[in-house]
């Protein structure tokens, strides 16, 4: 069973910071490339981030980057993406998705695992 659990959400002010936490689980599921998304009221999903696990390669999204930082705890299965210098324009759910195409790719069909989501809402 493949799971992935988000957790680390809240209400913030523009300028603060958050964690976000992807806790994993699933026998193979390890090994999958592990990305963040965000949806905001009435846009379309948006990659944030996304981790290899073995290699730590990472990547991240134009609108966030500079700011956000992904990362990844492999005793954990835990992938953190860490947020900085908030803005009312970063508010949305949050997901954590995995893919078992070996991929890290920012286009959110390529996953096929996702997680319940958690809200991130800034003001301002």
């Known amino acids: 069973q493949v799971q992935l659990v988000e957790s680390g959400g809240g209400l913030v002010q523009a300028g603060d910071s958050l964690r976000l936490s992807c806790a994993t689980s699933?026998?193979?599921?390890?090994?999958?490339?592990v990305g963040w998304f965000r949806q905001a009221p009435g846009k379309e999903r948006e990659f944030v981030a996304g981790?290899?696990?073995?290699?730590?390669?990472?990547a991240v999204g134009d609108s966030v980057k500079g700011r956000f930082t992904i990362s990844r705890d492999n005793a954990k299965k835990t992938v953190y993406l860490q947020m900085n210098s908030l803005k009312p324009e970063d508010t949305g759910v949050y997901y954590c998705?995995?893919?078992?195409?070996?991929?890290?790719?920012?286009?959110?069909?390529?996953?096929?695992?996702w997680g319940q989501g958690t809200q991130v809402t800034v003001s301002s």
């Open positions: 998705a995995a893919t078992s195409r070996m991929v890290l790719a920012s286009t959110p069909r390529i996953y096929d695992y």
């Open positions: 699933g026998r193979t599921f390890s090994s999958y490339p």
């Open positions: 981790i290899r696990w073995s290699s730590g390669d990472t």
